[in-house]
């Protein structure tokens, strides 16, 4: 059940799509519980690449098991990986074998 954010914008396959938000999105996994051991990011390309570097390269994925306190699973601050259009990266997570019931993505 997607809580917050365009839906479009973060799971397009649309290359012009953006995720510029100032409201985090959120996914909840209904009565689903998820173990995350990994995250993949993709920066749209747009005409504005000033603004998709700033959107895209500072970013955190937050998750919840109650909707009420979040723990930030990933964070980046100026990466430099996600600063061209079209970028794409992977990180493994650490979520110590945790489940959640949500994840969010903040810009």
């Not at 992977?90 to 994840?103: E, G, M, R």
Request: contains cysteine; glycine residues 4%; hydrophobic residues 45%.
């Amino acid at each position: 059940i997607i809580i917050s954010g365009d839906p479009a914008c973060v799971l397009s396959r649309d290359s012009k799509a953006s995720f510029l938000a100032s409201e985090p999105f959120e996914i909840a996994f209904a009565s689903l519980r998820v173990c995350p051991s990994h995250f993949t990011l993709r920066s749209a390309a747009l005409a504005d690449t000033a603004a998709m570097s700033i959107a895209a390269r500072c970013w955190s994925l937050d998750a919840t098991l109650d909707g009420r306190t979040w723990r930030t699973l990933f964070e980046r601050h100026n990466d430099p990986a996600m600063g061209q259009p079209g970028a794409n990266q992977s990180w493994p997570l650490d979520s110590d074998a945790n489940y959640f019931s949500a994840i969010r993505l903040r810009a």
